[in-house]
């Protein structure tokens, strides 16, 4: 028979080789999935952090030189121009020594006065003839007085003459170079004190996505009867809610409860032995955990120009509620559902856990945050005798909060 | 193109998804598979579809093939016999069970070792696809009726009379060529 057989395979059937090699689908290094959603969510986060931290408008103002000279117009400085120069015939012309010797008024941090004679003439409610104020010469004479009255102020600050002129055609920036520093200070520190007394609460949505290491130990003297090495975590997702009060010196004190549902895959095959032919039987089996857990964690933040460092430490209770269980007692045998339930179904964890994010807060309310967290529990319900299963949770989280 | 010292060798670089082992899996078995093939279906076209199924289910599973339990032909063998005998049931080939015809359960053997594998190939091709594929499982793979029993789901009887018919057709149409023979000789 096994000649027969032989003959056959060695018939020289003609056929189409290539057609059928390029027919066959051919299994390829198989990536791993997990680490491209890794990938596009941190992906996601960094364009969000991104966008918030260009386009979100700061609860403090800043204490930077407005840029001017590119938003100011050519028409309009020529026109400037032309009325500086008129201006200054007019002054020739009138030539009244003791508006010669007025001294123009500088803001004290060393921003000149950029107004305009005729503006400011017209808030003083006198004419430009009575000031007679040299825009040319206003910068060189207004120094040594500005530093003599100013210790802050520096020379360093004064612009050139063209900046000045470009300055001047902005109305509503001549408005804020004249007020006083001490008074743009004062309102600043107000704004701080307000921020941080009204903000210290505050209450956010997050979201999680990770893996987890599944733990099977028997504290017994039996084998242990849940494998490990068959059961293979999957992507675990994750929601939760935390509300978070900051202490003293940025030091803060958080609660958070979610839900979190782990998968595991057991992917096996049995040989089984019906009459004189032997089956395999390949399983692919789901093993869900949903879990829910509540912590309490203490944590101190950092801040940064435009974002905030957030770490963060703490313990927490986690229910383990199995909705499907299928494992293998040994290779051959599958474990009756009863008998693994009873082993850790419901079980209870006490969980250390650590966080590392970084955050963005965005108008005077909201924050986004993103960072990793790990878990490491300790098993509490489970009899000495019965094998334990633990969850080790990684993962990393988006979170969006608001303050209040 | 790249040789591989052992089958074991081969597998192991197929398993690490090396295209070049595939294809040289590929090459090596695909003739066999073929006329393995070719007798359930007797049509070309039906047996490249299979082969391509076939051979994409070896890959898919190289992973659970075990070589102490037997050798790499015979186990890609048996996918493609699988994979040919699931395209008959497809196709409306079901195999029925048969009532017990004593008649034609008795049958005296057939010497196909004398026979050119061309000729009985021709034979085979005259049977129809229930008769020829037990013909096959039974005289040609070595399975015994139990097993074609399991895996057409029919009972061993019915496996037994398919064979038989197919035997009493065949002992016919040899008889009828050797006596063509005799006559022109």
Redesign the interface.
Known sequence: ?????D???????E???E???E???????QSNYSFYLWGIFLCISSAALFFLFNHSNNIIPKHEEPSTTKQVKAPEIKTLFKAQEEEQNALVESSSPQKSDDAPAVVPSGRTNKKSGAEKNAIAGTSPGETGIDLFEKITRAEPQDKANHPKAHPGTFLSKDTEYEIEALPSLSIYLNSSEEKTWSIQNEKITVERKGTRQSLAFRATIGTHFSDFSSSGKEEPALRNDLEKPQLDFGLSFRYEYILRQNFMLSASAGYHLYKDKIAT?QIRK?????E?V?YKLYNHYHVFSGQVELGKRFYQRAFFWDVQGGVGLKFHQVSELNYFVSEKELASMEQVKNAYQNSADVFFTTQAAIGKHFGNRYFIRTGSQINAGIDLTSPQAVNRHRIIPINIFVELGMRF | MQKFESEKELVLACL??K?AA??AL??QY???M???V??YTCN?HD???I??NG??RV???LK?YNDE?GGLLTWIRKIHIRCALDFLKKNQNCFENIGDTPALLVISPVA??NLE??Y??ELIEGLNPRDRAIFNLH????Y?H??IA??LSININSSRVYLARAKKILREKITAYQAQLSFVQ
């Open positions: 028979m096994k000649n027969l057989s003959k056959f395979d060695r018939l020289p059937q056929f189409d080789r057609a059928i090699w027919g066959i689908k051919k299994p390829k290094r095959a019906s009459g004189n032919q032997f395999r390949d | 690490k998804y295209p595939q294809r590929y090459d695909v003739q066999a073929y006329n393995t070719y007798r070309h047996t490249q579809d082969l391509q051979f994409t890959f898919k599973y659970n339990k196909y070792e594998a061309e009985i190939l005289q040609i793979e070595g015994s139990e097993e399991d895996l």
